[in-house]
């Protein structure tokens, strides 16, 4: 194997592992957060996560140090509005829609990406994936609620503007300086938007907790994401993000005793398959990182 080929495969196993590490965190995070889900509701943990993960990464990553270019700038801004739309569609989605329908819908963004960026076999596994998600998720057992697909649909968009942004930003600074500014900007949307229906329902209790839950959402798998991007294209990451409901049901049949259908199993492997071949296709030349801290 020479040296190139052994660099790439090697840009490969790091990239993927950090997208598989940070579904792990973001279903892990989810899970923790059901009980306080129930005391300030899906719109409150929301705003909980995003504003405590700013205040971290504005201290981990101190935005202030690096020289910023206005179209690097508005990147990350725009990123930071992605961020809390997917976020807020999704939440306002499954309030009215199954989970799994929720789910099928939203994962059409990454999907998007795979088809329209990805070339030759990454698009037939990006197909291969979107047949494992609906096995996995079997929207049509669900209601159909028109206002939820439109807020799915939303979501969707904007978790497919969030994988580009999400490179384009990772490309043009180093470190996690890129989340140290789009996150704040996803925080105050998300305080503009349910701010004042959920302040109420804060205590110091809660509001210390948050800090745990946003390590575990959004910080860790946001920053996974990033570094994987470096490494990854992303039509191959957006197919490798179709494992998550995969893991989901993992976790559930280990954890929860959750026992998978005939059609969740087909769905696990399909995926799998799916992550697996657009993994092995996945690793992009090495980018310049423009912007350093002074």
Request: charged letters at 10%; a positive charge; hydrophobic letters at 60%.
């Amino acid at each position: 194997m020479t040296p190139l080929s052994t660099h790439t495969s090697n840009a490969v196993g790091t990239g993927t592992a950090m997208a598989v590490g940070a579904m792990c965190a973001v279903q892990l995070g989810l899970a923790a957060s059901v009980d306080l889900s129930a005391q300030v509701g899906a719109e409150g943990v929301a705003w909980l996560r995003l504003s405590w993960a700013a205040i971290i990464l504005l201290a981990l990553a101190r935005p202030w140090r690096t020289r910023w270019n206005r179209s690097t700038l508005i990147v990350c801004v725009l990123l930071g509005v992605v961020t809390a739309g997917m976020t807020m569609f999704f939440m306002a989605a499954v309030e009215t829609l199954p989970l799994g329908t929720a789910s099928a819908l939203e994962f059409l963004g990454p999907l998007s990406v795979s088809v329209f960026q990805g070339r030759g076999k990454v698009r037939l596994w990006a197909l291969v994936a979107v047949a494992g998600v609906l096995a996995l998720t079997e929207p049509w057992r669900g209601a159909i609620e028109l206002t939820g697909i439109l807020f799915a649909l939303g979501a969707a968009l904007c978790w497919a503007c969030y994988i580009v942004l999400t490179q384009r930003a990772g490309d043009s600074v180093e470190g996690l300086r890129p989340l140290a500014v789009s996150m704040p900007v996803a925080a105050l949307v998300a305080t503009f938007t349910v701010g004042p229906s959920v302040f109420g329902r804060m205590d110091m209790g809660i509001l210390l907790l948050g800090i745990g839950l946003a390590v575990l959402l959004p910080v860790l798998p946001f920053s996974l994401e990033l570094m994987a991007l470096r490494r990854l294209n992303a039509a191959s990451f957006g197919t490798l993000m179709s494992l998550e409901p995969a893991i989901a049901a993992i976790i559930g049949a280990t954890i929860l005793a959750q026992i998978p259908r005939v059609s969740a199993v087909v769905g696990i492997i399909l995926v799998v398959s799916a992550g697996v071949g657009a993994a092995r296709m996945g690793a992009r030349p090495a980018q310049p990182v423009l912007q350093t801290a002074t």
